[in-house]
């Protein structure tokens, strides 16, 4: 007689546990499916289906920073500018000229943002590079002194571009290359 409660037992937890199994599993698998997810943006639909979009700059954070439509913060990939507010709550040498030079090209404008593997870095930005009709930002601000090529893999695609178009800014002593020592 005492066989049968404790077989009763087993069963019971067996089906208890496939039953609470297949309940998560369905749980997660309807969570994780992207046509049931709330969108948050359209720019948030469009990444997760292509490589670009066109988005309208709303604001220059720094020289290598800029948010887009939606409050979304866009960082350059593959460059750095001089910091407005480095670790001594100072401006670094040439941050002023850089930003100033980012709110020239792109407050207000479209742009066209690629991205390479990463989506954001450790803050949440976007990383991007980022297109004004033809000329590629990420380059023209280290081609033109504004900024120090930074590439972190995996985002590496045009790394060897912006070595070239450091290595010719520095030999022309062109911007922060003349100004910072």
Known sequence: MSKKPASFIKVFLF?????????FLGFY??????????????????TDTVAKSTEKVIRVIDGDTFEIQGGIKVRLIGVDTP????????IDCFAQEAKQKMEKLLTN???VLEKDVSETD??????R????EDKMINDTLVKEGY???????????????????ERQAREAKAGLWQACK
């Open 15 to 23: 089906a208890f546990f496939i039953g609470t199994y297949l309940y």
């Open 29 to 46: 698998l309807t969570r994780s499916s992207p046509s049931l997810a709330p969108a948050t943006s359209n720019f948030a639909q469009i």
């Open 83 to 90: 910091e407005m507010k480095n670790k001594n709550k100072t």
């Open 109 to 111: 404008q479209e742009v």
């Open 122 to 127: 450790r803050y949440g930005r976007l990383l």
């Open 129 to 132: 590079y980022v297109y004004l």
């Open 147 to 165: 900024a120090r090529i930074a590439t972190f893999p995996p985002d590496v695609k045009f790394k060897d571009q912006f070595l070239a178009s």
